[in-house]
């Protein structure tokens, strides 16, 4: 295997594009084949005997787990969304959702949204707060919900997620996070999904899509300032500009900005 992505935080957009149109030469059938062989033999041997699911989020490492554990039959799984998705997006996952999926609303929107503004295009400890808030929150009201003994994720190293000891996190409250694919290159995932040609959401084709990753709109990553964030938000989608500007007044200032042009 050859690899020319590095860390995601790092990672221009073109690269990855770059990664996935010449990525027979960089991650052959058999090695993803072997791979995946050893994630699989890992998942039957962390799982066996416990209640455990999946968390699926529309993004493609966890389209490439979802496929690898309804392999090993595991099949119980759950989306988290807040109110504030790219409406786009949103009907993309609930039009895609794996069979069976439990869709949790975590309820942000533009109201709590209009309380919050240190989280529009947030940076450091308000930008994880907003993976507490959505995906976190998700995993452990499904965890405790559905009473299991441990519940899956497609968290990667590469992308600079913490994975625990044996790529298990266990938590005080009790809750056991495992992450089948943290020691994968951002290769691998993608060799897994075009080998297996599977389908990605509409945000990866997006201005830089696949280093922005999935994420509410608010909480797009790498923005320099605030104008930086509503312009490449308008490029996307300008109804979610609209609908933020009257409630929000910067997103106001913005948008009567872009239309006095």
């Keep these: ?43 039957r041997e962390k799982t066996a005997g416990k209640k455990v699911a999946y968390c699926w989020s529309g993004g493609k490492d966890s389209i490439v ?9 595991i099949t119980d799984c759950m989306f988290a969304h807040t109110e ?3 409406p786009e997006f949103l009907g993309w996952c609930l039009s895609n959702l794996p069979e069976g999926c439990e869709v949790i609303n975590t309820r942000q929107d533009l109201d709590w949204l209009a309380r919050h503004q240190e989280m529009i295009f947030p940076k450091g400890k308000e930008l994880n707060a907003w993976y507490s808030g959505v995906q ?35 938590k005080n409250s009790g809750e056991v996070r495992y992450s089948p694919l943290a020691d994968w290159p951002h290769e691998m995932t993608l060799a897994y999904i075009h080998y297996h040609r599977l389908q990605l959401p509409p945000i990866y084709g997006w201005k830089n899509g696949f280093r922005c990753g999935t994420h509410p709109w608010p909480s797009r990553m790498y923005m320099e300032d605030l104008h930086q964030g509503y312009s490449e938000v308008w490029e996307i989608d300008p109804d979610i500009i609209r609908g933020a500007a009257e409630k929000i007044d910067s997103a106001r200032a913005f948008l009567e900005e872009v239309t006095a042009k």
């Design 65 to 73: 787990l979802s496929k690898i554990c309804r392999q090993e039959g």
């Design 136 to 170: 976190r929150t998700g995993f452990t009201k499904y965890f405790f919900d559905h009473q299991l003994d441990m519940i899956m994720v497609g968290h990667r190293k590469a992308d600079g997620n913490v994975c625990g000891k044996d790529n298990i996190i266990r």
């Design 84 to 86: 504030l998705e790219y």
């Design 1 to 43: 295997m050859k690899r020319i992505l590095g860390r995601k935080q790092r990672i221009d957009n073109q690269l990855w594009l770059d990664a996935m149109n010449q990525i027979e030469d960089l991650v052959s059938a058999d090695e993803l084949e072997e791979a995946v062989r050893k994630v699989r033999e890992d998942i």
